[in-house]
Nanobody, 121 residues
Framework: QVQLVGSGGGLVQAGGSLRLSCAAS????????MGWYRQAPGKQRELVAG???????TYADSVKDRFTISRDNAKNTVSVQMNSLKPDDTAVYYC???????????????WGQGTQVTVSS
């Protein structure tokens, strides 16, 4: 099995910054994709930022130029630096990995436990 543990959430004023990190442990051969999703009350979970094992990144339009995702392949960690935070960024943030546990095996999706980010106005 694979476990993801996210950290770094908290309360910040609008315009402030936070950095979320996620670490994976368990039976991991490779990680093709790492990402951060968020879910605000009453809204669907949405992809905020993602990064492939080749380093290609994708961002939600609402966070472009404010959030930066990065990964450390050696440590199986992913982080997102969130700057210029807005009240609309308030949500529970979940890390998400697509993991292969062997060279020729299938891929599996894993989620972190979620970390609360609250941005006050």
């Amino acid at each position: 099995q694979v476990q993801l543990v996210g950290s770094g959430g908290g309360l910040v004023q609008a315009g402030g910054s936070l950095r979320l990190s996620c670490a994976a442990s368990g039976n991991i051969f490779s990680i093709s994709f790492m990402g951060w999703y968020r879910q605000a009350p009453g809204k669907q979970r949405e992809l905020v930022a993602g990064i492939t094992n080749g380093g290609s990144t994708t961002y939600a339009d609402s966070v472009k130029d404010r959030f930066t995702i990065s990964r450390d392949n050696a440590k199986n960690t992913v982080s997102v630096q969130m700057n210029s935070l807005k009240p609309d960024d308030t949500a529970v943030y979940y890390c998400y990995y697509i993991v292969s546990r062997s060279a020729d095996g299938p891929s599996f999706q894993y989620w972190g436990q979620g970390t609360q980010v609250t941005v006050s106005s």
